[in-house]
Protein backbone atom coordinates (compact mmCIF):
# COMPACT_ATOMS: atom_id res chain seq x y z
CA UNK A 1 0.00 0.00 0.00
CA UNK A 2 1.24 3.33 -0.82
CA UNK A 3 1.19 5.69 2.11
CA UNK A 4 2.14 10.18 2.37
CA UNK A 5 3.63 11.94 5.61
CA UNK A 6 2.23 15.33 4.64
CA UNK A 7 5.70 17.58 6.07
CA UNK A 8 5.56 20.78 7.92
CA UNK A 9 6.26 23.78 5.49
CA UNK A 10 10.06 25.42 4.81
CA UNK A 11 11.28 28.12 6.79
CA UNK A 12 13.08 29.43 3.96
CA UNK A 13 13.33 33.11 3.30
CA UNK A 14 12.82 34.76 -0.17
CA UNK A 15 12.81 38.02 -1.68
CA UNK A 16 9.65 39.80 -1.72
CA UNK A 17 8.04 41.25 -4.96
CA UNK A 18 8.42 45.15 -5.70
CA UNK A 19 5.31 47.12 -4.36
CA UNK A 20 2.19 47.71 -7.05
CA UNK A 21 0.75 50.61 -8.36
CA UNK A 22 -2.74 51.74 -6.65
CA UNK A 23 -3.17 54.99 -9.18
CA UNK A 24 -6.13 53.43 -11.18
CA UNK A 25 -7.68 50.63 -9.89
CA UNK A 26 -10.22 50.67 -6.85
CA UNK A 27 -9.07 47.14 -4.96
CA UNK A 28 -8.45 45.73 -1.34
CA UNK A 29 -4.58 45.73 -1.00
CA UNK A 30 -4.40 41.58 -0.80
CA UNK A 31 -0.72 40.20 -1.47
CA UNK A 32 -0.30 37.17 -4.25
CA UNK A 33 2.55 35.12 -5.44
CA UNK A 34 2.36 34.72 -9.27
CA UNK A 35 3.86 31.80 -11.04
CA UNK A 36 4.27 33.55 -14.49
CA UNK A 37 6.08 31.68 -17.86
CA UNK A 38 8.98 33.40 -19.96
CA UNK A 39 6.19 35.20 -21.98
CA UNK A 40 6.88 38.66 -23.32
CA UNK A 41 4.92 41.51 -21.39
CA UNK A 42 1.83 43.38 -22.65
CA UNK A 43 2.13 45.08 -25.86
CA UNK A 44 -0.41 48.04 -24.41
CA UNK A 45 1.73 51.42 -23.75
CA UNK A 46 1.51 51.87 -20.44
CA UNK A 47 2.34 54.79 -17.78
CA UNK A 48 4.45 54.13 -14.49
CA UNK A 49 4.36 50.33 -15.00
CA UNK A 50 5.30 48.28 -11.62
CA UNK A 51 6.01 45.01 -12.88
CA UNK A 52 5.78 41.74 -10.77
CA UNK A 53 9.26 40.70 -9.53
CA UNK A 54 10.18 37.20 -11.13
CA UNK A 55 13.28 35.17 -10.13
CA UNK A 56 14.96 33.53 -12.79
CA UNK A 57 13.75 30.92 -14.89
CA UNK A 58 15.20 27.43 -14.47
CA UNK A 59 15.69 24.99 -17.15
CA UNK A 60 13.02 26.78 -19.32
CA UNK A 61 10.31 26.35 -16.21
CA UNK A 62 8.00 29.40 -14.91
CA UNK A 63 9.19 31.74 -12.66
CA UNK A 64 8.04 31.33 -9.21
CA UNK A 65 8.58 34.46 -6.66
CA UNK A 66 7.64 33.80 -2.96
CA UNK A 67 6.29 36.58 -0.35
CA UNK A 68 7.71 36.73 3.14
CA UNK A 69 6.97 38.56 5.96
CA UNK A 70 8.67 41.71 4.09
CA UNK A 71 6.34 41.45 1.45
CA UNK A 72 2.74 41.70 3.46
CA UNK A 73 0.71 44.71 1.79
CA UNK A 74 -0.83 47.87 3.93
CA UNK A 75 -4.25 46.20 4.22
CA UNK A 76 -2.71 42.78 5.62
CA UNK A 77 0.02 44.45 8.17
CA UNK A 78 -2.47 45.84 10.13
CA UNK A 79 -1.50 46.01 14.34
CA UNK A 80 -3.79 42.97 14.84
CA UNK A 81 -2.34 40.70 12.37
CA UNK A 82 1.27 41.92 13.17
CA UNK A 83 0.57 40.33 16.45
CA UNK A 84 -1.12 37.34 15.14
CA UNK A 85 1.38 36.35 12.19
CA UNK A 86 3.89 35.79 14.72
CA UNK A 87 2.18 34.14 17.45
CA UNK A 88 1.99 30.41 18.51
CA UNK A 89 -1.82 28.54 19.23
CA UNK A 90 -1.52 25.50 20.42
CA UNK A 91 -5.59 25.36 20.02
CA UNK A 92 -5.48 26.03 16.08
CA UNK A 93 -4.66 23.27 13.95
CA UNK A 94 -4.13 23.05 10.26
CA UNK A 95 -4.05 19.73 8.22
CA UNK A 96 -3.62 19.05 4.65
CA UNK A 97 -5.09 16.51 2.46
CA UNK A 98 -3.28 15.37 -0.88
CA UNK A 99 -5.15 17.66 -3.18
CA UNK A 100 -3.33 20.56 -3.53
CA UNK A 101 -0.44 20.16 -0.18
CA UNK A 102 1.38 23.67 -1.68
CA UNK A 103 -1.29 25.76 -1.21
CA UNK A 104 -1.71 24.02 2.84
CA UNK A 105 2.17 24.77 3.42
CA UNK A 106 1.71 28.01 2.25
CA UNK A 107 -1.18 28.72 4.20
CA UNK A 108 0.58 27.43 7.45
CA UNK A 109 3.82 29.64 6.54
CA UNK A 110 1.90 33.23 5.82
CA UNK A 111 -0.37 32.50 9.84
CA UNK A 112 3.09 31.56 11.51
CA UNK A 113 1.94 28.10 12.27
CA UNK A 114 3.63 24.12 11.47
CA UNK A 115 1.08 22.05 9.30
CA UNK A 116 -0.27 19.10 11.55
CA UNK A 117 0.91 15.46 11.41
CA UNK A 118 -1.32 13.51 9.23
CA UNK A 119 -0.87 10.67 7.75
CA UNK A 120 -3.22 9.25 4.91
CA UNK A 121 -2.58 5.83 3.02
CA UNK A 122 -4.53 4.14 -0.19
CA UNK A 123 -4.71 0.46 -0.14
CA UNK A 124 -4.34 -1.32 -3.23
CA UNK A 125 -8.22 -1.68 -3.45
CA UNK A 126 -8.20 2.06 -3.87
CA UNK A 127 -9.49 2.24 0.02
CA UNK A 128 -7.79 5.60 2.17
CA UNK A 129 -7.00 5.38 5.51
CA UNK A 130 -6.35 8.75 7.72
CA UNK A 131 -4.59 8.89 11.21
CA UNK A 132 -4.09 12.46 12.56
CA UNK A 133 -0.54 11.61 14.48
CA UNK A 134 -0.83 14.42 16.75
CA UNK A 135 -3.49 15.27 19.12
CA UNK A 136 -6.53 17.50 18.39
CA UNK A 137 -8.73 16.93 21.03
CA UNK A 138 -10.01 20.27 22.61
CA UNK A 139 -8.85 22.36 19.19
CA UNK A 140 -10.26 24.07 16.42
CA UNK A 141 -9.21 22.01 12.94
CA UNK A 142 -9.35 23.64 9.91
CA UNK A 143 -8.41 20.90 7.12
CA UNK A 144 -7.55 22.33 3.59
CA UNK A 145 -8.52 20.04 1.25
CA UNK A 146 -9.66 21.03 -2.44
CA UNK A 147 -12.65 18.89 -4.28
CA UNK A 148 -10.92 18.78 -7.20
CA UNK A 149 -10.20 16.39 -9.83
CA UNK A 150 -10.18 13.56 -9.07
CA UNK A 151 -12.86 15.08 -7.08
CA UNK A 152 -14.50 11.84 -5.88
CA UNK A 153 -11.15 10.19 -4.63
CA UNK A 154 -10.20 14.13 -2.66
CA UNK A 155 -14.22 14.63 -1.46
CA UNK A 156 -13.46 10.84 0.05
CA UNK A 157 -10.50 11.62 1.54
CA UNK A 158 -11.99 15.04 2.90
CA UNK A 159 -14.81 13.48 4.28
CA UNK A 160 -12.77 10.72 6.51
CA UNK A 161 -9.99 13.50 7.42
CA UNK A 162 -13.46 14.82 8.73
CA UNK A 163 -14.35 11.64 10.52
CA UNK A 164 -10.94 11.57 11.97
CA UNK A 165 -11.34 13.96 13.65
CA UNK A 166 -14.34 14.17 15.47
CA UNK A 167 -13.61 10.68 16.45
CA UNK A 168 -10.40 12.20 17.94
CA UNK A 169 -12.50 14.87 20.06
CA UNK A 170 -11.66 18.00 17.89
CA UNK A 171 -13.57 21.15 19.14
CA UNK A 172 -14.32 23.08 16.11
CA UNK A 173 -13.91 21.04 12.67
CA UNK A 174 -13.90 23.75 9.65
CA UNK A 175 -13.43 22.39 5.77
CA UNK A 176 -10.95 24.66 4.57
CA UNK A 177 -12.66 24.15 0.67
CA UNK A 178 -10.97 26.63 -2.23
CA UNK A 179 -12.54 24.54 -5.04
CA UNK A 180 -16.20 23.27 -4.23
CA UNK A 181 -16.43 19.70 -6.23
CA UNK A 182 -19.84 19.34 -7.74
CA UNK A 183 -20.95 23.42 -7.25
CA UNK A 184 -22.28 23.03 -11.11
CA UNK A 185 -24.80 20.47 -10.33
CA UNK A 186 -26.54 23.10 -8.33
CA UNK A 187 -30.09 23.03 -9.76
CA UNK A 188 -32.61 20.83 -12.04
CA UNK A 189 -32.06 22.09 -16.01
CA UNK A 190 -34.08 18.89 -16.73
CA UNK A 191 -36.35 16.16 -15.39
CA UNK A 192 -34.88 13.62 -13.43
CA UNK A 193 -31.31 15.01 -12.55
CA UNK A 194 -29.59 14.84 -9.29
CA UNK A 195 -28.32 18.41 -7.10
CA UNK A 196 -25.00 16.86 -6.45
CA UNK A 197 -24.17 19.90 -5.11
CA UNK A 198 -26.85 19.54 -2.37
CA UNK A 199 -25.92 15.77 -1.70
CA UNK A 200 -22.41 16.85 -1.34
CA UNK A 201 -23.27 19.49 1.80
CA UNK A 202 -24.78 16.88 3.14
CA UNK A 203 -21.96 14.71 3.26
CA UNK A 204 -19.63 16.94 4.50
CA UNK A 205 -22.12 17.55 7.19
CA UNK A 206 -23.19 14.27 8.75
CA UNK A 207 -19.41 13.72 8.27
CA UNK A 208 -18.81 15.92 11.26
CA UNK A 209 -18.06 19.42 9.88
CA UNK A 210 -18.78 22.40 12.36
CA UNK A 211 -18.12 25.19 9.25
CA UNK A 212 -16.88 25.35 5.58
CA UNK A 213 -14.81 27.82 4.35
CA UNK A 214 -15.03 27.74 0.67
CA UNK A 215 -13.85 30.05 -2.36
CA UNK A 216 -15.70 31.47 -5.21
CA UNK A 217 -18.50 29.06 -5.42
CA UNK A 218 -20.31 28.78 -8.87
CA UNK A 219 -23.45 29.88 -7.83
CA UNK A 220 -24.38 31.85 -4.19
CA UNK A 221 -27.56 29.70 -3.30
CA UNK A 222 -24.63 26.66 -2.59
CA UNK A 223 -24.44 28.22 0.46
CA UNK A 224 -27.19 27.67 1.72
CA UNK A 225 -27.71 23.74 0.74
CA UNK A 226 -25.43 23.45 3.77
CA UNK A 227 -26.84 23.23 7.20
CA UNK A 228 -23.78 24.66 9.09
CA UNK A 229 -22.08 28.07 8.82
CA UNK A 230 -20.14 28.79 5.28
CA UNK A 231 -17.74 31.27 4.82
CA UNK A 232 -17.32 32.30 1.20
CA UNK A 233 -14.01 33.62 0.23
CA UNK A 234 -14.03 36.04 -2.52
CA UNK A 235 -10.35 35.62 -4.55
CA UNK A 236 -11.49 39.03 -6.67
CA UNK A 237 -8.86 41.36 -4.56
CA UNK A 238 -5.94 38.80 -5.54
CA UNK A 239 -6.60 39.32 -9.54
CA UNK A 240 -7.31 42.97 -9.10
CA UNK A 241 -3.94 43.37 -6.83
CA UNK A 242 -2.36 41.82 -10.28
CA UNK A 243 -4.09 43.47 -12.90
CA UNK A 244 -3.52 47.14 -10.85
CA UNK A 245 0.20 46.39 -10.83
CA UNK A 246 -0.18 46.79 -14.62
CA UNK A 247 -1.39 50.39 -14.39
CA UNK A 248 -3.69 49.96 -17.87
CA UNK A 249 -5.54 52.84 -18.59
CA UNK A 250 -9.02 52.80 -17.46
CA UNK A 251 -10.51 54.59 -20.73
CA UNK A 252 -8.81 51.57 -22.99
CA UNK A 253 -11.01 48.39 -20.56
CA UNK A 254 -13.84 46.73 -20.76
CA UNK A 255 -14.81 43.73 -18.55
CA UNK A 256 -16.44 40.93 -20.43
CA UNK A 257 -18.49 37.95 -18.79
CA UNK A 258 -18.70 35.44 -21.12
CA UNK A 259 -22.26 34.20 -20.60
CA UNK A 260 -25.61 35.30 -19.34
CA UNK A 261 -25.08 33.43 -16.04
CA UNK A 262 -21.69 35.25 -14.78
CA UNK A 263 -23.20 38.91 -15.31
CA UNK A 264 -23.07 39.62 -11.58
CA UNK A 265 -19.75 38.26 -11.21
CA UNK A 266 -18.41 40.85 -14.29
CA UNK A 267 -20.08 43.68 -13.10
CA UNK A 268 -18.98 43.58 -9.65
CA UNK A 269 -15.40 43.45 -10.84
CA UNK A 270 -15.89 45.68 -13.56
CA UNK A 271 -17.21 48.13 -10.52
CA UNK A 272 -13.70 47.90 -9.17
CA UNK A 273 -11.56 48.24 -12.07
CA UNK A 274 -12.77 52.14 -11.96
CA UNK A 275 -16.48 51.37 -13.03
CA UNK A 276 -15.01 49.92 -16.08
CA UNK A 277 -18.14 49.18 -18.70
CA UNK A 278 -19.22 45.84 -19.28
CA UNK A 279 -19.41 43.67 -22.27
CA UNK A 280 -21.42 40.12 -22.19
CA UNK A 281 -20.99 37.06 -24.40
CA UNK A 282 -24.24 35.50 -25.62
CA UNK A 283 -24.03 32.15 -26.21
CA UNK A 284 -26.45 29.14 -26.70
CA UNK A 285 -25.27 25.60 -24.57
CA UNK A 286 -26.22 22.22 -26.64
CA UNK A 287 -24.48 19.65 -24.63
CA UNK A 288 -21.93 19.45 -20.83
CA UNK A 289 -18.70 20.98 -21.60
CA UNK A 290 -20.23 22.20 -25.30
CA UNK A 291 -20.39 26.02 -26.09
CA UNK A 292 -21.73 27.77 -29.31
CA UNK A 293 -21.04 31.62 -29.10
CA UNK A 294 -24.48 33.71 -30.48
CA UNK A 295 -23.44 37.26 -29.94
CA UNK A 296 -22.04 40.12 -28.42
CA UNK A 297 -23.34 42.53 -26.46
CA UNK A 298 -21.74 46.28 -25.70
CA UNK A 299 -18.58 48.04 -27.69
CA UNK A 300 -14.76 46.29 -27.25
CA UNK A 301 -13.83 47.92 -30.38
CA UNK A 302 -9.82 49.07 -29.53
CA UNK A 303 -10.22 47.85 -26.10
CA UNK A 304 -8.85 45.67 -23.82
CA UNK A 305 -10.92 42.93 -22.82
CA UNK A 306 -10.73 41.48 -19.59
CA UNK A 307 -12.98 38.04 -19.33
CA UNK A 308 -14.08 37.31 -15.85
CA UNK A 309 -15.74 33.81 -15.11
CA UNK A 310 -15.16 31.72 -11.79
CA UNK A 311 -13.32 28.51 -13.34
CA UNK A 312 -12.00 27.03 -16.39
CA UNK A 313 -13.06 23.76 -17.59
CA UNK A 314 -11.93 22.98 -21.06
CA UNK A 315 -11.92 26.52 -21.93
CA UNK A 316 -14.91 25.87 -24.59
CA UNK A 317 -16.18 28.84 -23.15
CA UNK A 318 -13.79 31.61 -23.15
CA UNK A 319 -11.77 30.39 -25.83
CA UNK A 320 -14.78 30.89 -28.41
CA UNK A 321 -15.96 33.95 -25.95
CA UNK A 322 -12.48 35.41 -27.01
CA UNK A 323 -12.11 34.60 -31.01
CA UNK A 324 -15.52 36.42 -30.93
CA UNK A 325 -14.13 39.72 -29.22
CA UNK A 326 -10.93 39.52 -31.66
CA UNK A 327 -13.67 39.44 -34.67
CA UNK A 328 -15.48 42.43 -33.02
CA UNK A 329 -11.83 44.53 -32.74
CA UNK A 330 -10.60 44.06 -29.51
CA UNK A 331 -7.03 45.32 -29.32
CA UNK A 332 -5.85 42.21 -26.77
CA UNK A 333 -8.10 39.92 -24.36
CA UNK A 334 -6.87 38.97 -21.13
CA UNK A 335 -8.61 35.85 -19.10
CA UNK A 336 -9.35 36.04 -15.43
CA UNK A 337 -10.49 33.11 -13.09
CA UNK A 338 -10.32 31.68 -9.78
CA UNK A 339 -10.39 28.02 -10.24
CA UNK A 340 -8.07 26.16 -13.22
CA UNK A 341 -10.04 22.39 -13.72
CA UNK A 342 -7.95 22.63 -16.89
CA UNK A 343 -9.67 19.59 -18.43
CA UNK A 344 -8.52 18.39 -21.78
CA UNK A 345 -8.23 20.17 -24.52
CA UNK A 346 -8.52 23.55 -22.27
CA UNK A 347 -4.15 24.16 -22.61
CA UNK A 348 -4.23 23.99 -26.49
CA UNK A 349 -7.29 26.40 -26.39
CA UNK A 350 -5.73 28.41 -23.91
CA UNK A 351 -1.95 28.84 -25.51
CA UNK A 352 -3.18 29.05 -28.74
CA UNK A 353 -2.70 32.74 -29.30
CA UNK A 354 -6.30 33.96 -28.27
CA UNK A 355 -5.04 35.50 -25.40
CA UNK A 356 -2.66 37.97 -23.94
CA UNK A 357 -2.34 36.38 -20.46
CA UNK A 358 -4.40 34.21 -18.38
CA UNK A 359 -4.36 34.72 -14.83
CA UNK A 360 -5.63 31.60 -12.62
CA UNK A 361 -5.22 31.10 -8.76
CA UNK A 362 -4.01 28.24 -7.35
CA UNK A 363 -7.26 26.89 -5.30
CA UNK A 364 -6.19 23.85 -7.90
CA UNK A 365 -2.70 22.62 -8.39
CA UNK A 366 -1.61 23.72 -11.84
CA UNK A 367 0.64 20.41 -13.30
CA UNK A 368 3.95 20.95 -15.24
CA UNK A 369 2.51 19.49 -17.82
CA UNK A 370 -0.12 22.71 -18.27
CA UNK A 371 2.26 25.49 -18.01
CA UNK A 372 2.13 27.44 -21.19
CA UNK A 373 3.43 31.01 -21.80
CA UNK A 374 0.48 33.01 -20.96
CA UNK A 375 -0.15 31.70 -18.00
CA UNK A 376 0.08 33.74 -14.40
CA UNK A 377 -1.25 31.67 -11.34
CA UNK A 378 -1.79 33.86 -8.09
CA UNK A 379 -1.73 32.75 -4.79
CA UNK A 380 -5.04 33.13 -2.65
CA UNK A 381 -2.45 31.42 0.29
CA UNK A 382 -2.37 35.00 2.24
CA UNK A 383 -6.37 35.20 1.81
CA UNK A 384 -7.42 31.86 3.11
CA UNK A 385 -5.03 32.73 6.21
CA UNK A 386 -6.36 35.84 6.67
CA UNK A 387 -9.69 34.42 6.87
CA UNK A 388 -8.77 31.58 8.85
CA UNK A 389 -7.33 34.01 11.40
CA UNK A 390 -10.52 36.54 11.39
CA UNK A 391 -13.30 32.86 11.58
CA UNK A 392 -10.89 31.84 14.93
CA UNK A 393 -10.67 34.92 16.76
CA UNK A 394 -14.39 35.25 15.99
CA UNK A 395 -13.62 38.29 13.87
CA UNK A 396 -15.22 39.56 11.11
CA UNK A 397 -14.74 37.99 7.70
CA UNK A 398 -16.95 40.34 4.93
CA UNK A 399 -15.27 43.49 6.02
CA UNK A 400 -11.92 41.75 4.07
CA UNK A 401 -13.52 42.46 1.16
CA UNK A 402 -15.03 45.94 1.52
Known sequence: MASLLLPSPSSSSTSPPSSLSSTLFSRSSLNHRCLRANAPRSRICLRNVVKCSLSEPLNGKPCVPILNDGSLSKFLAS??????????????????????????QEIAWYMGLDLGRIKIKRFADGEIYVQLQESVRGCDVYLVQPTCPPANENLMELLIMIDACRRASAKNITAVIPYFGYARADRKTQGRESIAAKLVANLITEAGADRVLACDLHSGQSMGYFDIPVDHVYCQPVILDYLASKTICSNDLVVVSPDVGGVARARAFAK???????AIVDKRRYGHNLAEVMNLIGDVKGKVAVMVDDMIDTAGTIAKGAALLHDEGAREVYACSTHAVFSPPAVERLSSGLFQEVIITNTIPVMEK????QLTVLSVANLLGETIWRVHDDCSVSSIFQ
Open 79 to 104: KRLESAVHRSNNRLKIFSGTANPSLS
Open 272 to 278: KLSDAPL
Open 370 to 373: NYFP
